[in-house]
């Protein structure tokens, strides 16, 4: 489900051009030669996407191979395993290219991941790990690793360790199982209401933090595993466990808490490999719908989400019974009707959305009766409309994958795919009635295969953008209708041929439009945005995570949030069934985040484990609210709707601001992440009144001048190596001077300074020349600065600097700031007009006055203030306070003599100098 998104309006021609790909690179370790090292215990990332078979290579059934270099640290066996493989994976020993070392083995019991034979070798001995799809038209990524393979404990007291690698996310052991196992009394056997083999292992593992882990068990035999907490095995508390499946659990742990892994299996003779892998915070999925109308057994293989009044409600399919239901939440519970429960229905496509008057409207396109229908709520009743039947007049399979759209004025529209004779339409309702026309029947021309996955958006200006798919050609195609008719363009064209679907079509904050598309059976997807002249196309593939998205079982979801990021949900449907959402980062940088399978975390602890994502054809996918991430979607096991929603990543706390101050730096430092030390930090989308301290797009400090009330986006990665994102509440004030009068008739109330004077009059910064003046046409000594400010710094922090020693000759002790020339020395605000002079009588120059005051801020704040650009014609680049000068034109504390000077060598007044303290003090 698509949310329109207000943006500016992108100007779009037909004759657009389109931007040149450079062809794919092969992975940087295709050749053997070129083999990446892996340590014992430190897994290291792994893609066969583009990769090729090397001259003389032979290996196992894929000919995709890539290359890894492992020397043992000791004589001892050892295990290669592939773990979070998205494809069908094999891995296997091998001294060169003439083939592997011992087994070609394939999946780990129900896993796309594989566990080698073990290998027994001598300290300092090489060897290769070779890694591969199962077949030739299979590629994708994963992880690779080697551990050292130890024997397994029998017995409960003498468990063995699963210790984290410092640096590392992930514990890991290999485990020979003991040839004769034995069942110790009191050692549980039972998962739930299933068996768990007698033969068994222990392994204890100690949490280093809290938080979710998945504990799981790798092995070419089947084997079970269950984790318990307590001290001994008749005070064992169970907390998850599976049996004949892949293995995979997930905890939730206590620092420091000791968890009891029991592995258990019936003749084991491989390797068993545990790992404890740190998991994202999962995502909180609850039962939707059970049973349909109370009779079905398979609901739920086609939905699609949005949110009415604030809760989440899905349209979805009742496979069993034919019919479409809507459900919906309130006060934590769900309730579910029938929108159509005529029993004609056959396997729809759904769309929903929420009408302007938060009224939810749906799509239904029912491809094998030939008809596309608009299902609406009014009044708590439900009505159905007939949109079209027919087509161009002739059609029998019309209406297939509807993308349903509420104008801005409340208007329904649907585009969607008439399957016969292969175009793309365009509906609207007008006076309760549909009327229907033609976009595009021939792509590029001489096409019969137009309009698959049809999306569409409606720009500010209220033109239409409609993406969607012309698979005579493999191309991806972008109509648009400006109020004078539709137009169309090619937007990418897949040269190795076969099908596309349309993903999504969003825009951005600029107002250009962006498509993804699914362009094969391998995960592979482009991405398309429009700068206002070309398409500009990327790719995201296989090794992002995609690998086996067989869009013949469904097709992804593309979602845009307030910072440009691109969400790409979608679901391997590709045997394996799990979940995962691929992220574009504003930067360009992509990731890849599992939403399902190991990392779904429903309420009912019976689903806490591994489960898999339905065979759907078609999920839903949309923000919550308050900017999560929520979806709608079919479990494999029991056929059920289930609906999850939650944050791909772990919040965490962002640095608090001084209220007080009226600029802060924020730096992330004071960032609190559970997981893990913060070690590194960026900030972005920086709201009104705030900046990066340098030119990059993410940088590790914002700098606020209040008043300022907004968020910012803070990046940060811990010791873990585990990044994660959180919106920041940024909030400054401007900070303000006591306005008790000061005592001076020598400054008018016209004075541009009388406000500052008394601030630094009230700080106690100044007493004047007397009682009752200030003298502020009077021009300022180095020796009177270097007191203002010292008394500056004491009366922002609240106690004096230190009194250093200085190198001048030429301040006697009878000055009266001779002090606060040695605390403003130790500060390094001044290092004085030679290496042995201060000039304490001089008159300060506005070009020395920048320097100071922005080296006290530095002093003051700890870092910086960052350099801006000024309006200043007058301040030549070899000025030695030209940075500065720009410093403090940035913080608000100087605007110039004039719009386009700073008159950098004219003295500074007293008046002049209370302005700027006093702007200072506010800055601070």
């Known amino acids: ?79 290669s395993y592939a773990t979070g493989s998205n494809h069908d994976t094999d ?65 409960f007291g003498d468990a063995t360790a699963l210790t984290r690698r ?37 392994v204890d593992f100690t949490a280093p933090d809290a938080g979710t882990w998945m504990i799981e068990a790798k092995s070419t035999d089947e084997v079970d595993i269950a984790v318990f907490s307590g001290d001994s095995l008749d ?164 209406g297939e994958s509807p993308d349903l759209l509420f104008l801005s004025d409340g208007t329904p529209v649907i585009a969607y795919h008439d399957d016969d004779p292969d175009d793309l339409r365009f509906a609207t309702r007008a006076g309760g009635s549909w009327s229907h026309i033609l976009v595009d029947d021939d792509g590029g021309g001489g096409s019969d295969r137009v309009g698959d996955g049809a999306k569409i958006v409606e720009f500010d200006n209220g033109d239409l953008g409609i993406a969607y798919g012309d698979n005579t050609n493999s191309q991806v195609r972008y109509a648009m209708n400006s109020g004078a008719g539709w137009s169309d363009e090619v937007v990418y064209t897949h040269a190795a041929g076969g099908d596309v679907w349309i993903a999504g079509l969003v825009i951005d904050s600029t107002g250009a439009p962006w498509i993804a598309a699914d362009i094969d059976d391998q995960g592979n997807h482009v991405v398309a945005n429009h700068d206002g002249s070309s398409w500009n196309v990327e790719f995201t593939d296989a090794n992002t995570g995609l690998a086996e998205q067989d869009y013949g079982c469904t097709w992804a979801e593309l979602l845009i949030n ?100 009226s600029a802060i730096a924020l730096d992330g430092s004071g960032s609190a992440d559970a997981w893990g030390s913060v070690v ?52 400054v004030g401007n900070a303000e001077c006591d306005t008790t009068p000061d005592p001076f008739t020598d400054v008018p109330a016209t004075s541009y300074a009388d406000v500052h004077v008394t601030c630094i009059y009230n700080l106690d910064v100044t007493t004047g020349t007397t009682a009752t003046t200030y003298s502020p046409k009077d021009l300022l000594t180095r020796e009177q600065m270097a007191a203002l400010l010292a008394r500056m710094y004491e009366a922002i922090t609240g106690s004096p600097a230190a009194i250093v020693a200085t190198p001048f000759t030429d301040v006697p002790d009878s000055s009266f700031a001779v002090d606060d020339i040695a605390r403003l020395y130790g500060l390094g605000v001044t290092t004085g007009t030679s290496a042995t002079t201060f000039s304490p009588d001089d008159t300060v120059t506005r070009e020395q006055m920048a320097a100071f005051v922005a080296r006290l801020f530095a002093a003051i704040r700890g870092e910086q203030a960052p350099i801006v650009a000024t309006p200043f014609t007058d301040v030549p680049g070899s000025s030695f306070a030209a940075s500065d000068i720009a410093r403090i034109y940035g913080l608000g504390i100087t605007t110039g003599t004039t719009a386009t000077t700073y008159s950098p060598d004219d003295g500074v007044t007293r008046e002049m100098m209370a302005a700027y303290l006093g702007r200072f003090y506010i800055a601070d």
């Open 166 to 202: 410092e640096g590392t996310t992930t514990a890991v052991t290999g485990i020979a199982f003991p040839a004769v196992p034995t069942v110790e009394t009191d050692e549980p056997t039972a998962c739930g209401g299933s068996t768990l083999s007698d033969d068994s292992v222990w």
């Open 91 to 155: 891995v296997a020993w091998s001294d060169a290219l003439a083939g592997p070392l011992g087994t070609c083995n394939d999946d780990a019991d129900d896993s796309y991941d594989a566990v080698a034979d073990t290998r027994t070798m001598t300290e300092g001995e090489q060897e290769y790990v070779v890694v591969a799809s199962h077949s030739d038209d299979e590629v994708g990524s994963g992880s690779i690793g080697v551990t050292a393979v130890v024997d397994g404990a029998d017995d």
């Open 562 to 661: 307030d910072q440009d990021e691109l969400f790409l949900p979608w679901v391997d449907c590709n045997d394996s069934y799990y979940g995962g959402t691929s992220v574009r980062s504003a930067d360009g940088t992509w990731s890849h985040h599992e939403w399902a399978a190991t990392y779904l975390s429903p309420s009912d602890p019976a689903y806490a484990g591994y489960h898999s994502v339905g065979e759907v054809y078609g999920f839903g996918a949309t923000w919550t609210p308050d900017g999560r991430l929520a979806l709608s979607f079919q479990l494999e096991e029991s056929a059920d709707l289930w609906f999850a929603e939650g944050a791909l990543v772990a919040d965490i706390a962002g640095p608090a601001a001084a209220p007080a101050a």
């Open 1 to 79: 489900m698509r949310i329109r998104k207000t943006a500016g309006i992108v100007a779009i021609i037909a004759t657009a051009s389109i931007a040149t790909q450079a062809a794919a690179a092969p992975p940087p370790n295709d050749d053997i030669a070129d083999a990446i090292t892996v340590t014992e215990g430190v897994e290291a990332p792994f893609s066969d996407v583009d990769a090729t078979t090397e001259a003389t290579e032979a290996f196992c059934a894929g000919e995709e191979t890539v290359w890894f270099s492992f020397t043992a640290p000791a004589d001892g066996d050892y295990v």
């Open 235 to 398: 005070d064992l508390t169970l907390l998850n466990c599976e049996f004949d499946r892949r293995k995979a659990v997930l905890i939730g742990s206590t620092a420091g808490e000791t968890y009891r892994i029991r592995i258990a299996g019936s003749a084991v003779t491989e390797p068993v490999v545990v790992r404890a892998e740190r998991a994202p915070t999962p995502l909180v999925a609850e039962l939707v719908d059970t049973d349909g109308d109370g009779t079905s057994t398979d609901v739920g293989t086609r939905s699609d989400l949005v949110y009415v009044d604030g809760e989440p409600a899905i349209a979805y399919y009742d496979d069993d019974n034919s019919d479409v239901r809507y459900a919906s939440r309130s006060g934590g519970v769900w309730t579910d009707i029938a929108i159509d429960d005529s029993g004609t229905v056959s396997s729809p496509d759904l769309d929903i959305a929420v009408s302007p008057d938060g009224e939810p409207a749906i799509a239904i396109g029912d491809s094998v009766n030939g008809l596309l229908r608009y299902a609406y709520r009014s009044g708590g009743t439900w009505t159905i409309e007939l949109v079209d039947d027919e087509g161009d007049g002739t059609s029998t399979l019309t």
């Open 680 to 731: 590194g930090y960026r900030w972005s989308d920086a709201p009104d009144g705030c900046s990066f301290s340098s030119t990059t797009a993410m940088a590790p400090t914002m700098w606020c001048v209040g008043p300022v009330s907004g968020t910012a986006t803070l990046t940060v990665t811990d010791t873990d190596g585990l990044t994660h994102r959180v919106t920041h509440a940024v909030a």
